[in-house]
């Protein structure tokens, strides 16, 4: 298994699966849920209009349509309130839910955006380690996915992740 920060626009990466930081409506938004549905095109809010939505913490999964990514796994990050309202628990549970969706499809790779850290607000050091801790945690298990990709939108957030996965 190898974990791997990038600099990079999420919508341009050949991965088996990215990962969609999205509101609980699942129809599209700002931010890197906004740059994913018009790269997707169309086809995608039509999908997502038979999900019915998603709880915060949880995940469901779609197809990629015009992305390179064969798939893509809405989750849906905690709005940050200062850190008492269980925000840790449900940023950990995004993470753990896309890994098992990915895990349960056999994909074998996944990227995540720092979700839950624009427009929600989440410190992005906190969040960074909640993400890395979660990917170690899974790495270990058996596993369809040998790849997972955290995909940064700034070189000071991949700086930051690259520091925490240098560290043991
Ligand atoms: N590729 C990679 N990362 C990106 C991209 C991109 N194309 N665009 C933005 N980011 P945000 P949230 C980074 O605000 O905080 C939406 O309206 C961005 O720099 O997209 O979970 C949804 O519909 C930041 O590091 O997601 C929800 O309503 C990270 O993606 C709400 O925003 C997450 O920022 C979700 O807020």
Not at 78 to 104: F, I, M, Q
Not at 138 to 167: G, M, P, W
Request: proline share 4%; charged share 15%.
């Amino acid at each position: 298994m190898t974990l791997e920060a990038i600099q990079a626009n999420i919508t341009t990466l050949d991965v088996d699966a990215i990962v969609n930081a999205a509101n609980s409506s699942l129809l599209g938004g700002g931010g890197v849920d906004g740059a994913i549905h018009r790269a997707a095109g169309p086809d995608l809010v039509h999908e997502c209009r038979l999900l019915g939505g998603c709880k915060t913490g949880q995940a469901k999964i779609t197809r990629g349509y015009r992305l390179i990514a064969r798939h893509i796994i809405h989750t849906v990050g905690p709005v940050w309130r200062g850190g008492t309202h269980g925000e840790p628990e449900l940023l950990r549970a995004c993470y753990d839910e896309s890994l098992h969706l990915a895990n349960k499809h056999g994909l074998s790779s996944i990227a995540f955006p720092c979700i839950s850290t624009g427009i929600y607000g989440y410190p992005l050091d906190l969040a960074a380690h909640i993400a890395v801790t979660a990917a170690r945690d899974f790495a270990v298990r058996d596993t369809s996915l040998n790849h997972i990709v955290f995909c940064c939108f700034s070189i000071q957030d991949q700086q930051l992740y690259e520091h925490i996965l240098k560290a043991p």
